[in-house]
């Protein structure tokens, strides 16, 4: 009888918590919906006047204000990821199709460093390093692909650019992905590529054929999860962007973006309780961004079967 | 059946290790935090070229006080505030003090809800503000103290072309021009016309303005000293945030000189503590060209001091800078940063905390700190004498009410 | 009839020369795709190795920075911010690996195909989009709505962090327990051991070198992280081993803090040199934000080994 009863605490401790983080995570959304309400419920004028100080006097509307963010902020990930994926892929492929198979766990360890140092010092290494390192590669970027309306001029020296910016963000994304990657292209059947290969495709003929079409749905889902971090990341983009409000794509010119992470930790320090609402409200909005994207991954990996689980069953 | 329990049996050894290394590590841990004491853990023995030009002036500082005290405000005076800290605590050795940089318009909305017993502010307070203040100064209203003075200089990165040494020379009416994009080159002919002597060395290259893209007391004193010394090339009302976005933002001074720093042609307004290794734009007052110095800064609250109207009524030293000087040898751009206090305390003791702070920030041991480890230019030696009976006068509730009646 | 003409379809050896080409390129552009990821992370080593090791000495470990000035002697250290991480870290533990394990064995062990699995489940993978700032703001807010406005400590740090390392956790855990061969519990049942004394007794135990494995790499995720610490613990310069009062500096904190105060201003006429009374270093926040990364980094490292080397030397063989 006693044990019968130490058997359901034990059941219910173990619901206790599983429903607990359902309460956490409602908690995250209720608390921050709690302090933001004041922008938009509180003194309206007050409201106006925060945001006016936050931009400079160029708005006093909440939407006009964080919109700048909101495009700031998808065009750096959106970059980064662009830069990161071909790379990701590649080392993916170099690991698990390329590499001599007793270098391939070493490799991977490489990437996972990568992973592992903080991003408060990719910021340190960003900001004293690349960013005076850059200004180069930025000239001639422009000079070649000067008539791309992306890399238009004029390109900014120190090019402390949302074009730096995104190469650290793919740096710190590159590991994610590459992953992610390494772990489905190391799933591809091995019947698939071995009658490729009787076919007489040469080997990258047989990737893709066999290997990438396999892990279509996972590299996607994989580089969904990398934006979402990119996203969400504050301290490289803090330490090196020249912050600007506006809609503009010119990513070698300094002065024209700015993310919603790096505004919040930015502002933050020296905002009065209506300033730290609005900066709270935006939060909000990335919070909301992120969710999109990180949903949008994973109803991609559901739609792809359970990857993760089919490759511990097979070790 | 049996291989399961095989398992287990190996789970359960493989168990034991944990609980040895989870042993060693606990109290390895609580070892090392009991060697260590408590607060004073860590710390560190001053430089003996703080403490000890406090020590003469142990006299002033005789009442001794213990406990926590809170300062907020401005981050202009970050760096000279941390550095008096340190002198100070040598006269008052059982004292915690801390001192928030939350920005200036923070620090004073903090005051004003009697959390610190003073605040730092860039911006003399508003009349509302004054108001309100009665609140937390029982009655009265609260002083403005004129503590930290710093020039703001002009700086520029011209290294490569051997420029950074030689001050190059602009009038306000060019500089305007820069940070409004109407001069974007650094051989432009007005630039040439200001500084004959260098005009061959100066390089066709773009000029890069660097301005504050936080909140700051500095980017308005630049903006209007801009204002007053350029109306027709400064056109916007003097703020806290810059009002364009050409060229480059950064977030704080240092940062500023930072983006200066990692590339050529590049200019921007700096408090002048940070520019070393920078060129420094040598401004136009009058028919002359006077570079950022302490000592010229000096010169400029000296005549400002002189010359504003109701300077210390109620406890108010509100200097209004005259940034429009025609003074030789005066440099016009500087930041002026004061001490909000009240005039009564609630208690006896913040009361004779503040009072001992004000007074050690103005002393000359204090004057020198900051000035050494902060860049500020000294407050006039008549100003301060006209400041200090005004601090002496801060009481406690009880005397203070006392004395009105 | 005709035989049919095979050698139609034989490939011309222009094409195939061409799909070697592309083999070839291919090959080669994958090979430089590795090579473009080594770059930055030999250049992010070598910087913070080669700037980090100037101030990192036993001095820079044993002391914080209370009674530093400027860029003058005594140059001071890390030991607040060591103390700061190493409480806020454990005190995200303290909240995130009970509730992220008992979650796990929730989900692996009592609740298969429920509604409420799936939902758990997939609130689980929100929570691990959480940007790590907004983790922080949430922290902030919560403290702020209890406790008063403006409250900012250790704890409101660890706060933030577990919640991003409790879906880490779970995660790890989750995937550790399902591996554990069925076998063994239905022959703990089958001896009558009661299911909450099997998933303690033999489940965990099983999968408990996983787990911790698991729990140390959610470790070296989190503390590196800066943003979220930066609203919620504050910095200070003294060291505080108030878990629950007064703010408390962090390593990452601390890197940014130095960053961002960029050089500082020395007295006129000081001495240049090595350490000594009256000598001042203009350049030393710089030096001692770079050496307080190299520690950073080293932590990580050092953690990561850890988890790895547990995973693998305690690894339950489950066949």
Redo the contacts between chains.
Sequence with gaps: MKKLTADKLFRWTATAAGILILGVLAAVFVFLLIQASPVFFGDRAAAEKTISSFTGGRTTSFLAFVGPLIFGTVLASGLALALAFFVAVGIALFISHYAPKRLSSLLSYVVDLLAAIPSVVYGLWGALVLVPNMYPVWQVVNAVFGWIPLFAGPVSNPPRTVATVAVVLAVMILPIITSMARDIFVQTPLLQQEAALALGATKWEMIKLAVLPFGANGLVSASMLGLGRALGETMAVLMILSPGSTYGIHLLTASQNQTIAANIAAQFPEADSLGVSTLIASGLVLFVITFIVNYIARRITKGGGKLTFRKKEKK | MRLSHNDHSECVQSAQPWRRILRTVLVGTSASVLLCGLAACGDNTPSPSLTQSSAQAQGSYTEKLSGEFAAAGASSQKSAVDALIVGYSALQPNIAMSYDPSGSGAGVNTFLTGAVAWAGSDASLSDEQIQSSQAVCLGSTAFEIPVYVSPIAVAYNLSDYGLNDSSVHMSPSTIAKIFTGKITSWDDPQLKKENPDIADKLPSLEITPVWRSDKSGTTKTFQTYLHHTAPNDWTSEPSETWPNSLGQGAKGTPAVTMTIGQAQGTLGYADFAQVSGLGTVAVGVGSDYVAPSPEATAKLIDESAASSDSLGADGRFVIDVNYATQESGVYPIALVSYDIACPVYKDARTATYTKQWLTYALSDAGQKISQDNAGSAPIPQSLREKMLPVIDSITAASSGTAAKN | MRTPDFDKFKPTRSSLAA??R??ML??V??????L???I??V??LY??IVHGITRFDWYFL?????????G???Y??I??AA?GT?EITLGAMVISV??GI??A???V???AKKR?HK??S??????????????G??A???F??IFG?GTVNGFVGSAALS?LM?PTI?RSTE?ML??V?V??RE?AYALGV????T??R?VL??A??GI?SGVILAI?RV?????PL??AAGS?S??N?NLFSGRMTTL?VY??NE?????A?C??G?ALGTDA??VCV?GIR?ER??AA?LV??LL??VL?GIGRLVAKV?A??TK
């Excluded at chain 3, 960053?259 to 050089?263: E, L, N, T, V």
């Design positions: 799909r070697k592309t083999d291919m090959r552009l994958i090979y430089a795709a590795f473009v990821a080594v930055p992370l250049s992010v910087t913070t044993t002391h914080n920075m209370r009674g530093v000035v400027g003058l002697y005594p001071g250290g030991l607040h103390v190493l009970p509730l008992m979650t064995v929730y989900l062990e009592y609740s409420l939902t758990i997939f609130f689980i993978d929100v929570m691990s989009g959480i940007p790590s700032i907004v983790a703001l949430f902030y807010s919560m702020s709505l406005p919640i409790i779970v995937e399902s591996i061969p076998d063994l022959a009661p299911k909450s004394r998933i303690v033999i135990r099983t408990l070198p911790v070296a503390i590196g992280e800066t943003a930066l609203i200070i003294s060291t081993f990452p890197v940014y960053f961002q105060q960029g050089m201003s007295p006129a000081s009374w009256g203009p710089m934000a770079w990364a950073l980094i990580v490292l990561n305690f339950v063989k």
